[in-house]
């Protein structure tokens, strides 16, 4: 029945959020409204997985029900991906990265960085796809 899901994440500056996804995880902007800054709409994909950035303002015009204060507010986005080691050597060093890498159970290993609108971003992967849940330790980052 459904296909996908695709948050629609407000933002303070749909441009800084953009250039974080962009730069720390991959993700390339495919459209933006307007097509120049300053944006109030954009969208951004990597791999089989698509967000949404829009403005506070430009999103409660939308759905004025959406007002500040409405539930749904503090948000964590879990991303999977098979790169979650290589990510967490290339970003551990980042002033973004708010949660150091651990093993969360069953092979898993995720850490989370925080995005400029301060969302989590948890970066969820198999700490060795060959082992099967049978994985070491994962020992603690310098």
Same mark, same amino acid.
Do not use: I
């Given at each position: 029945? !459904?296909?996908s899901?695709?948050?629609? %994440?407000?933002?303070?500056?749909? +441009?800084? &959020?953009?250039?974080?996804?962009?730069?720390?995880?991959? !993700?390339?902007? #495919? *459209? /933006?409204?307007?097509?120049?800054p300053?944006y109030?709409?954009? =969208?951004?994909?990597?791999?089989?997985? /698509?967000?949404?950035f829009?403005?506070? #303002? @430009?999103? &409660?015009a939308?759905?004025? #029900? %959406?007002?500040?204060?409405?539930?749904?507010?503090? %948000?964590? *986005?879990?991303?999977? $991906?098979?790169? +979650?080691?290589? *990510?967490?050597?290339?970003?551990?060093?980042?002033?973004?990265? $708010?949660?150091? =890498?651990?093993? /969360?159970?069953?092979?898993?290993?995720? !850490?989370? %960085? &925080?995005d400029?609108d301060?969302?989590?971003?948890?970066?969820?992967?198999?700490?060795?796809?060959?082992?099967?849940? +049978?994985?070491?330790?994962?020992? @603690?980052?310098?």
């Open positions: 029945m !459904f296909r899901l695709v948050p629609d %994440l407000p933002c303070a500056d749909v +441009a800084a &959020t953009l250039e974080f996804y962009r730069e720390l995880l991959g !993700f390339v902007p #495919s *459209l /933006t409204l307007p097509a120049d300053p109030h709409w954009a =969208l951004a994909r990597c791999g089989e997985v /698509t967000l949404m829009q403005t506070l #303002s @430009s999103l &409660t939308e759905f004025p #029900s %959406l007002h500040a204060g409405a539930a749904g507010g503090p %948000l964590a *986005l879990y991303l999977e $991906t098979d790169r +979650a080691l290589d *990510l967490y050597e290339h970003l551990r060093n980042r002033p973004e990265l $708010t949660q150091p =890498l651990k093993e /969360t159970g069953q092979g898993k290993v995720e !850490f989370a %960085l &925080t400029p301060g969302r989590v971003v948890v970066l969820v992967g198999d700490r060795n796809p060959s082992c099967q849940g +049978a994985c070491p330790p994962v020992q @603690s980052a310098p």
